[in-house]
């Protein structure tokens, strides 16, 4: 068995898509993905793409894949890497792909100069979190992430601080 990681190209796109669509069903929100397959195409490998896709295929197929963009850390004052998704097929997993998903990403990180490697876990995914723990990552205790997504990014934008009523 030989695993390859190669960087994904725009033909890839529709296996990027359900990709993500397998990974957005084993993290519980199987309705969650709202990117199309054109969507990725543009926004992964148009004209200014900041975001990079990884496939780690297994004797030829593909097995998984990891979408990673750089960050900058005030700081340290150096780029981060920042790890968006990292996924492997079940029926691969044990097989080493997400070790070298992660091992080729950390790689990465370093040839580039980056002073940080980071990513999110959900807190109920122990199987990652073990994973992640194993290669040597350790959570950021005290952080919490915020988003601001749809409607309420729309609303921020277009007029600050929501009304508080009086």
């Known amino acids: 068995m030989s695993l390859h990681i190669r960087a994904a190209n725009p033909d890839d796109a529709p296996l990027l898509h359900e990709l993500v669509t397998a ?15 054109e969507d990725l195409r543009q926004s992964l490998f148009g004209q200014g793409a900041t975001a990079y896709a990884l496939i780690c295929e297994l004797d030829g197929q593909a097995v ?12 340290l004052g150096r780029n981060g890497l ?35 490697f980071e990513w999110s876990v959900l807190d109920w995914n122990a199987p990652s979190i073990a994973f992640y ?18 409607q309420a990014l729309a609303d921020f934008a277009a ?8």
């Open 23 to 37: 990974l957005a069903v084993y993290e519980r929100e199987p309705n969650a993905v709202e990117a199309s397959v």
């Open 82 to 116: 920042y790890l968006e998704d990292l996924f492997v097929r079940p029926e691969h997993r044990g097989a080493g792909a997400g070790l070298a998903l992660l091992r080729h990403l950390a790689q990465l990180a370093v040839a580039k100069g980056c002073g940080r």
């Open 159 to 166: 007029h600050g601080m929501p009304s508080r009523g009086a």
């Open 133 to 150: 723990r194993a290669a040597g990552a350790r959570p950021m205790e005290g952080w919490t992430v915020y988003r601001m997504q749809g």
């Open 64 to 75: 998984g894949f990891a979408v990673y963009f750089f960050n900058y850390s005030t700081w």
